[in-house]
């Protein structure tokens, strides 16, 4: 959540690189990793402490505050820090009250160069660390001046933000929320003095917070980019570098600047660093690509008195293009040698697309083709014609063997356990198949066959001219264990917006997985990952299904009704009504339907337990063993795993009304 402590003019902004960023630096895979103090430029009227829980008035630098638990359970389980990447670091304070405002962060070394009279914005990351609690009757929520400065101390701008309230629940996770304001960077200026202050208040709770990249960037109108004639939410175009081909960009940027000028930029290590495109000053830039390599191009402005200043600039999103060489990476392999009368199998890897040529007039357009129940005739040499996703090709060869007589049987045959299958021999006059004790005739040319164990059958077969010669086919039985698909998993989904997983429990030999989750996504791997859902009140459930195959083919099917809950907080009712009227005459945990482990305990003011269930639907109608119970307040406590498997524990009162 971005909050803007100030208005400006423009409609739609867009900021530029950072000229200042604090991001606290990273650590490593490590939750529990202390990073440094603060440089020594940097002030603040907190102590620096290396534990994962520094005592009040003090302050640490962490990876992830994986403390809940800290303080008698004071501070919630914040997974992650507001940057980008794996590993980031925030600083956490231990608050304690003051007599005054207090310096949190104060850096007098922030950059030169800036534009006199450009607009910036000043932002910041907080989130309130502290656990809602029932023993806080008046929390005291920690509010900042953000405040900028001049050397000599005199005021440029400054805000102040809200009580930082409260952070909302998992379990999409606890965040940061973002303060921030614009201003003018006066003409006369050396350098800025950034100062964030917490302000004094009498606080009872709810005064612990961190804070996370502190940020001072450019700011101005939008800029956009896209390839010209493409469709608009086309970011990557591949294209072959020999046939010099030319890319047109196409930019625009909103009005605002008086005189406003434009500077296309390039980036050919992933964004790391960028370059001006010298000339490349226009609304369009156009370009040949022939060498191989990949590049990036965003589109940078200002106005025209500021555009050589990259501290004034605002940017644009980024679009990449990819210059490929020749397909190189590419394997091709088929499955000779085989007897004639079994199948021929090609497979193709690492292009887009595929040509195959061979002899007997082979042509094919698809990766894998094949050639069922082949003839001496198909040995050879084939070509395919790799072609990569940019257009580039290369041509290769495989050679193709096959041994034996044009008799054939088969082809070979993998099958389910108990399956009856029909065995084919060429044409003949006679036949003589074994072992013969699993066939319905050994004499005919197309047996019916039934076995539970790898069998190779041979057949001789005797032509009119009396010529004769064997060939053999095997049945495959590879599934000595059944294939049984199954999973488990989520199974509600939560309005607008929720996640859930899925495990897989299938039996078997399995090779493959092909999940599809109901919303468009699907997956093929055998544990998939949390998948994501967004849906509306009307949205009923969706349908999951998976299908499973071991290496022989074997398939089974399940299917599983994701349900979708306008509600999933769980909550306690603070009254019910049990007087048969039909509203509110149950006490009981609501839209508990993600709990696992659930046991839910109600006790009376004289501590004796009067009623108890592990089941979420089980509800408590104000009785026991028959008997209405009295009217007044009785004492509840919840326990339960949450959707992340962690224990959570809860008490609280309800008040019975007749």
């Not at 369009?284 to 501290?311: C, H, Q, V």
């Not at 698809?366 to 040995?379: G, K, R």
């Amino acid at each position: 959540m971005i909050i803007s402590l100030s208005n400006t003019s423009i409609i739609s902004a867009q900021l530029g690189d950072p000229v200042y960023i604090q991001t606290f630096g990273e650590g490593n895979a490590d939750p529990n990793t202390i990073g440094p103090q603060m440089n020594s430029h940097i002030k603040t009227d907190f102590t620096y402490d290396s534990s994962l829980c520094p005592p009040p008035g003090s302050y640490t630098v962490v990876r992830r505050m994986n403390v809940h638990g800290c303080f008698n359970r004071e501070w919630i389980d914040l997974s992650q820090d507001h940057s980008p990447g794996d590993y980031g670091f925030f600083m956490l304070v231990n608050n304690n009250t003051a007599t005054g405002n207090r310096i949190v962060y104060k850096d007098t070394s922030a950059p030169k160069n800036l534009c006199g009279g450009g607009m910036y914005n000043f932002s910041v990351a907080v989130i309130n660390t502290d656990m809602p609690s029932a023993d806080c009757s008046l929390p005291g929520f920690p509010a900042f001046e953000l405040r900028l400065e001049d050397d000599a101390g005199n005021l440029i701008q400054k805000d102040t933000t809200p009580g930082i309230q409260y952070a909302v629940p998992p379990p999409t996770g606890y965040k940061f929320s973002t303060f921030s304001f614009n201003f003018i960077m006066p003409g006369n200026m050396n350098r800025l003095v950034i100062k964030i202050t917490l302000l004094h208040e009498a606080y009872q709770c709810g005064e612990d917070f961190a804070i996370d990249d502190i940020v001072i960037a450019p700011y101005g109108p939008k800029a956009q980019i896209n390839f010209t004639n493409q469709d608009q939410n086309t970011i990557v175009q591949s294209v072959c570098y020999k046939d010099n081909k030319t890319i047109s960009m196409s930019g625009s940027m909103d009005p605002y600047y008086p005189n406003p000028a434009l500077q296309w930029q390039q980036s050919a290590d992933s964004g790391v660093t960028w370059k001006d495109i010298p000339g490349a000053t226009g609304n369009t830039y156009e370009r040949t690509f022939s060498t191989p390599d990949t590049f990036l191009f965003r589109l940078t402005g200002a106005d025209a008195s500021k555009i050589t200043n990259l501290n004034c600039r605002i940017i644009s999103n980024t679009i990449k293009v990819e210059v490929e060489s020749p397909p190189s990476n590419f394997v091709i392999t088929n499955n000779s040698p085989v007897c004639a009368g079994q199948d021929l199998q090609f497979n193709a890897e690492g292009g887009a697309s595929y040509i195959w040529n061979g002899p007997n007039n082979f042509y094919d357009n698809i990766q894998s083709p094949h050639i069922p129940n082949v003839s001496l005739e198909d040995s050879g040499t084939y070509s395919v014609q790799v072609t990569s996703p940019g257009g580039c090709t290369a041509t290769t060869n495989t050679h193709v063997t096959i041994t034996g007589t044009d008799v054939y049987a088969g082809p070979d045959t993998s099958i389910c356990n108990g399956t009856v299958i029909t065995l084919h021999a060429s044409s003949g006059i006679s036949y003589l198949w074994s072992p013969a004790n699993s066939l319905s005739n050994a004499t005919v040319q197309n047996p019916k066959v039934q076995t539970t164990a790898t069998t190779t059958y041979v057949v001789k077969v005797t032509s009119a001219d009396g010529c004769s010669d064997t060939a053999k086919t095997t049945v495959n039985v590879l599934n000595d264990t059944p294939v049984k698909a199954s999973f488990s998993g989520t199974q509600f989904l939560c309005v607008p917006f929720d996640t859930a997983s899925f495990v897989n429990t299938s039996t078997g030999n399995i090779s493959s997985w092909q999940w599809n989750f109901g919303n468009g996504e699907i997956s093929s791997v055998q544990n998939p990952p949390v998948i994501s859902y967004y849906f509306s009140d009307n949205t009923p459930a969706y349908t999951v299904s998976l299908k499973v195959a071991d290496s022989t083919g074997c398939k089974d099917s399940v299917y599983h009704q994701l349900k979708v809950e306008s509600n999933c907080y769980i909550a306690v009712p603070s009254a019910f009504t049990p007087n048969g009227d039909g509203l509110n005459d149950y006490l009981y945990p609501l839209n508990a339907y993600k709990a696992t482990n659930l046991i839910f305990r109600i006790y009376n003011r004289f501590g004796n337990l009067i009623f108890e269930t592990k089941d979420r639907t089980k509800k408590w109608d104000g009785t026991k063993n028959g008997m209405q119970q009295p009217t007044g307040t009785y004492v509840w406590i919840l326990d339960y795993n949450d959707a992340n498997n962690k224990k959570v524990s809860l008490r609280g009162t309800t008040v019975l009304i007749r």
